[in-house]
T-cell receptor, first 111, second 117 residues
Framework: GESVGLHLPTLSVQEGDNSIINCAYS??????FIWYKQESGKGPQFIID?????DKRQGQRVTVLLNKTVKHLSLQIAATQPGDSAVYFC??????????FGGGTRLMVKP | GAVVSQHPSRVICKSGTSVKIECRSL??????MFWYRQFPKQSLMLMAT?????????EQGVEKDKFLINHASLTLSTLTVTSAHPEDSSFYIC?????????????FGPGTRLLVL
């Protein structure tokens, strides 16, 4: 069936470096994607979203890139900080505005 | 804006009892709310979609008689786990959409940790 998945379950980066978290999706009809950050014991926090008519969208220290040709989504975090340590999920909008979540990537920031 | 709260944040109950979890949108109206369950080190799994004033739509494999959902107003949805058993222990998270503004984006509550003894 259609699914959203991630390449790397864990990513460890040095504080100050840039982080790139990747996500592959299989439903070519998907037109809306969201990245969420989830800290331990908390609910997911909205980070940034992108529609399929865009290739790139920037926020504060974060950038989402969408490559529809290869059905790939990425989240870039600039100057990664310890507070960025969390699990990051990509999500894909389905019919009825339901979301399908990827498996998650744990980002660990080393001081 | 777009703040969602849940109550309680943690609950411990005995096997066989029922537990009610509340989900509230604090500063917006949410025609649609979603309920998820998350087991340790796993992703979020959608349980049901809750629409104000109508019956909830449950995902395949989720027992509607066990997980009762009531969406009584545009700011409140409740999930009741009936006759809870240890295997129901999990992290339950709700989300809500600002239906009138941006229906695609779900804003999540802080979650409720349920432990059934």
């Amino acid at each position: 069936g259609e699914s959203v998945g991630l390449h790397l379950p864990t990513l460890s980066v040095q504080e100050g470096d840039n982080s790139i978290i990747n996500c592959a999706y299989s439903n070519s009809a998907s037109d809306y994607f969201i990245w969420y950050k989830q800290e331990s014991g908390k609910g997911p926090q909205f980070i940034i979203d992108i529609r399929s008519n865009m290739d790139k969208r920037q926020g504060q220290r974060v950038t989402v890139l969408l490559n529809k040709t290869v059905k790939h989504l990425s989240l870039q975090i600039a100057a990664t900080q310890p507070g960025d340590s969390a699990v990051y999920f990509c999500a894909e909008k389905n019919a009825g505005n339901m979301l399908t979540f990827g498996g998650g990537t744990r980002l660990m920031v080393k001081p | 804006g777009a703040v969602v709260s849940q109550h309680p944040s943690r609950v411990i109950c005995k096997s066989g009892t029922s537990v009610k979890i509340e989900c509230r949108s604090l500063d917006f109206q949410a025609t649609t709310m979603f309920w998820y369950r998350q087991f340790p080190k796993q992703s979020l799994m959608l349980m049901a979609t809750s629409n104000e004033g109508s019956k909830a739509t449950y995902e395949q494999g989720v027992e509607k008689d066990k997980f009762l959902i009531n969406h009584a107003s545009l700011t409140l949805s409740t999930l009741t786990v009936t006759s809870a058993h240890p295997e129901d222990s999990s992290f339950y998270i709700c989300s809500a959409t600002q239906t009138a503004v941006k229906p695609e984006t779900q804003y999540f509550g802080p979650g409720t940790r349920l432990l059934v003894l």
